[in-house]
């Protein structure tokens, strides 16, 4: 058993991982970005530290948060969408650094179905991702640049898009007009079964694997968006006459159900 687990992103889907955690009796360890919010999780209870990774280096407490760590969880989005020009692989190859002089070898990391690419229609873990975009392509050279480490065990985790809480991407849907490609079908997960996922792959010892990790339900994103919108109490978005011959991505698992035997939690 994996008892001391080491956090990277202590936000939205990690704090509440590292109670799940906790309760089941892991040693929980996590960092964000600043003193400041460290000090606040700590006086919350959380073993938190200051950590901040970018093209640089890294600056703050990475030894001790990797000390004793018998895995170690990353959760560092690329963030291109907000700082165009990032170098999330450079970020990420100095992480793989701080991991190598320390005694961790085995690794989560998550990952997103960016990496495969709408051409390619429906795809399992067995399907080579060919992304086309630039975070896909750069996530996808930081996944085998840590499966590909010499001494480390890491499993991949793809996930589709997050739901759960406040967070549902129809809220920046939410009244748009003549929105593209309403015949795609959805890829989404709700946050309780990524957490439940990542707590299965720490419990199986399922290192050195890759799941995709989206609900296995995929209704047509007009169908979705509009009936989401109107449970929400917001203005449904409407969709441009859709496209009966196009191609889209639907990301499915052969891995959550083979390897884990897992069985979705959550309706999206």
């Known amino acids: 058993m994996n008892n001391t687990i080491a956090i990277t992103g202590l936000g939205w889907l990690g704090q509440p991982l590292a109670y799940r955690l906790s309760a089941l009796n892991y040693t929980v360890k996590g960092s964000v970005t600043s003193i400041e919010k460290a000090t606040l999780l700590q006086q919350n209870g959380f073993n938190a530290f200051p950590v901040e990774v970018s093209e640089n280096g890294i600056e703050g407490e990475i030894e001790a948060l990797l000390l004793n760590a018998d895995c170690f969880m990353i ?9 165009t020009g990032a170098d999330y692989v450079l970020k990420m ?9 320390s005694a961790v070898r085995k690794i989560i990391l998550v990952s997103s179905t960016s990496v495969y690419d709408d051409s390619q229609g429906r795809v399992t873990e067995r399907d080579e991702p060919k992304p086309e975009t630039i975070a896909g392509k750069q996530l996808r050279q930081v996944e085998e640049l840590f499966m590909n480490a010499e001494g480390l065990q890491t499993t991949v985790v793809r996930f589709g898009g997050l739901i759960g809480g406040s967070r549902n991407p129809v809220k920046y849907l939410a009244g748009r007009k003549d929105l593209i490609d309403a015949n795609a079908p959805v890829n989404l997960i709700h946050r309780d079964d990524c957490i439940n996922i990542l707590v299965e792959i720490l419990k199986k010892d399922a290192f050195g694997k890759v799941f995709n990790a ?6 047509k994103k007009a169908e979705y968006y509009i009936q989401k919108a109107k449970e929400l109490g917001l203005e449904a978005p409407t969709f441009a006459e859709a496209v009966s011959n196009g191609t889209f991505k639907q990301v499915d698992s052969d891995n959550l159900q083979s390897v884990l035997d897992y069985s979705f939690k959550t309706s999206i």
């Open 93 to 101: 190859a100095h992480l793989l650094s701080a991991i190598n002089e």
């Open 75 to 83: 959760m560092i989005p690329p963030g291109l969408r907000r700082n």
């Open 214 to 219: 989206v609900n296995p339900n995929h209704p």
